[in-house]
């Protein structure tokens, strides 16, 4: 728990159900941190506390719930995501946030890191006076975090496909669609989180909503734009993931021409090779002067290898002067 006022904060982590009422009778504006959402003895103190009605507490601990906003009395929950990486995989977590009169709620995951560290640095150092701003000032400072969250996935999400755009194009494998495919599965897991976030902030920065006052108002269109933003580069991303399908396809097609390209020229050559091979194994009488030449000849053997050797190059000559022979780029 962390209470501000205009000029000093305190920070201590409750045990008991007092300390969260004396705080919020002391301090203008209290910050709760839930860290668990399987923690029910917890929640049902908090819920205590603030009265906080069973229906939104349930929404608050649901791991897989979707980003809203709802408005239940003297409350308004709102319900994000965060997003972070677990291995190569995009993993998102449930964020909910109470904002009532002088106190905010969060409830999240325990799994990977705080995403409101920062915010508590900021508030340790001073550089936000969240007494003097407000509660709903809070609650879209650390919405607002968040949202930031998801730029730097993102970027990685850039390294990743100009990465696989070069192996499509040089080195396909059975492997890189395996790859493009996790990672369109990732864009579109972003896409479920980002999509009813866009919602909620237009919501909150547009439309008048209880205890939100008109300079939060603005910092949730802020977050706004930056959704819209992070929503630009997903779907450019999504477009660049189809791309590399495609890429794939054609890279593994046109390995399949050179391959069939080489196998064809070299039954070619050898076709005329297997005629010739073919017509001097034929067994008629060698006396007669109708049959095949130089059958009797001392050296026929020498001349048939020779016209072989021959036509042998005068074929890959004709296929080079061509450009058969020559690896398409």
């Known amino acids: 728990m962390l209470g501000c006022d205009g000029a000093t904060c305190a920070e201590v982590v409750v045990v008991?159900?007092?300390?969260?009422?004396?705080?919020?009778?002391?301090?203008?504006?209290?910050?709760?941190?839930?860290?668990?959402?399987?923690?029910?003895?917890?929640?049902?103190?908090?819920?205590?506390?603030?009265?906080?009605?069973?229906?939104?507490?349930?929404?608050?601990?649901?791991?897989?719930?979707?980003?809203?906003?709802?408005?239940?009395?003297?409350?308004?929950?709102?319900?994000?995501?965060?997003?972070?990486?677990?291995?190569?995989?995009?993993?998102?977590?449930?964020?909910?946030?109470f904002l009532g009169d002088r106190y905010v709620i969060t409830f999240r995951e325990r799994l990977g890191p705080d995403p409101f560290a920062s915010v508590r640095q900021r508030i340790r150092h001073g550089r936000t006076r969240i007494g003097v701003e407000g509660a709903d000032a809070l609650c879209a400072l650390l919405l607002d975090v968040l949202i930031d969250g998801y730029f730097p996935v993102l970027e990685h999400f850039g390294d990743r496909l100009e990465a696989l755009e070069d192996e499509?194009?040089?080195?396909?494998?059975?492997?890189?669609?395996?790859?493009?495919?996790?990672?369109?599965?990732?864009?579109?897991?972003?896409?479920?989180?980002?999509?009813?976030?866009?919602d909620l902030l237009h919501a909150l920065g547009r439309e008048p909503t209880p205890l939100v006052g008109e300079h939060a108002r603005a910092h949730f269109r802020d977050s706004y734009d930056h959704t819209m933003e992070l929503l630009d580069l997903m779907e450019g991303y999504r477009e660049i993931g189809s791309d590399l399908?495609?890429?794939?396809?054609?890279?593994?097609?046109?390995?399949?021409?050179?391959?069939?390209?080489?196998l064809t020229v070299i039954a070619t050559i050898f076709m005329p090779l297997t005629f010739i091979t073919g017509y001097y194994g034929m067994n008629f009488d060698t006396q007669s002067p109708w049959n095949m030449p130089l059958l009797s000849y001392r050296y026929g053997g020498l001349v048939a290898a020779g016209i072989m050797l021959a036509t042998t190059v005068g074929m890959v000559s004709f296929f080079w002067r061509r450009g058969w022979l020559r690896r398409w780029h």
């Open 168 to 198: 499509a194009l040089n080195r396909p494998s059975r492997q890189t669609l395996v790859v493009i495919h996790d990672v369109r599965n990732d864009l579109m897991t972003l896409r479920r989180a980002l999509w009813p976030t866009r």
């Open 16 to 97: 008991r159900p007092e300390q969260l009422t004396s705080a919020r009778a002391t301090w203008p504006v209290v910050w709760i941190d839930v860290e668990g959402l399987d923690d029910s003895a917890t929640t049902r103190m908090v819920g205590e506390v603030f009265d906080i009605g069973e229906l939104a507490l349930e929404d608050a601990v649901t791991p897989d719930e979707r980003p809203k906003v709802e408005v239940f009395g003297h409350q308004v929950l709102i319900a994000a995501r965060t997003a972070r990486f677990e291995g190569e995989a995009i993993v998102t977590d449930s964020v909910a946030l």
């Open 245 to 262: 399908r495609d890429i794939y396809l054609a890279s593994l097609n046109n390995r399949m021409n050179d391959v069939m390209k080489v």
